[in-house]
């Protein structure tokens, strides 16, 4: 495995120098700044969603389409919990000297929001190309478009985590 050179040429990067607590702190301030991208998109999907309801063309939806809307309109839910959940869980624990189990459960909840975002963009878009094109390519398009998420949200970054981390 290569390593990764520092601005003083030959000697490896050995990583921060920074206590426990300046990392946890450091950890949260990436943590809120990936929740700031990943909650602004599920918001205004959800937003959407919930709105589809009332138009005039949903009256008009077959059961299976109505029951991946409600499928959708879950799973949004759920992704909205889990991404504003680390807020919360802060205000809550501030002052409490947890910061360290705070990075710890907000990063559990923002993977998991991940994956609950991931199957509401994928069951939004099914019931979208559905109700749009009702063509039997749909599972496959929107199988391909999963596969592409899945590709850039999981399957590169631990692709590059394996290649490029050192094993400190």
């Known amino acids: 495995m290569e390593q990764i050179s520092n601005t003083q040429g030959d000697q490896p990067r050995q990583g921060r120098d920074e206590t426990e607590e ?35 063309h949903f009256q008009s939806l077959d059961d299976t389409d109505r029951t991946i809307y409600v499928i959708t309109i879950v799973l949004g839910s759920l992704a909205t919990g889990a991404l504003i959940g680390p807020v919360p869980f802060h205000r809550l624990v501030s002052g409490r000297r947890l910061k360290q189990e705070a990075v710890l459960w907000a990063s559990r909840l923002v993977f998991t929001g991940l994956i609950l975002l991931l199957a509401t963009l994928t069951s939004a878009l099914f019931l979208v190309l559905r109700v749009v094109t009702h063509d039997v390519f749909v599972p496959w398009l929107v199988a391909g478009v999963l596969v592409w998420y899945v590709g850039c949200w999981f399957a590169l970054p631990l692709w590059a985590r394996t290649r490029y981390a050192s094993d400190e």
């Not at 949260?28 to 919930?50: H, K, S, Y």
């Open 22 to 56: 300046e990392r946890a702190d450091r950890r949260w301030t990436d943590i809120m700044q990936e929740i700031r991208v990943a909650q602004t998109g599920v918001q205004i999907l959800l937003g959407f969603l919930l709105t589809v309801a009332f138009t005039p």
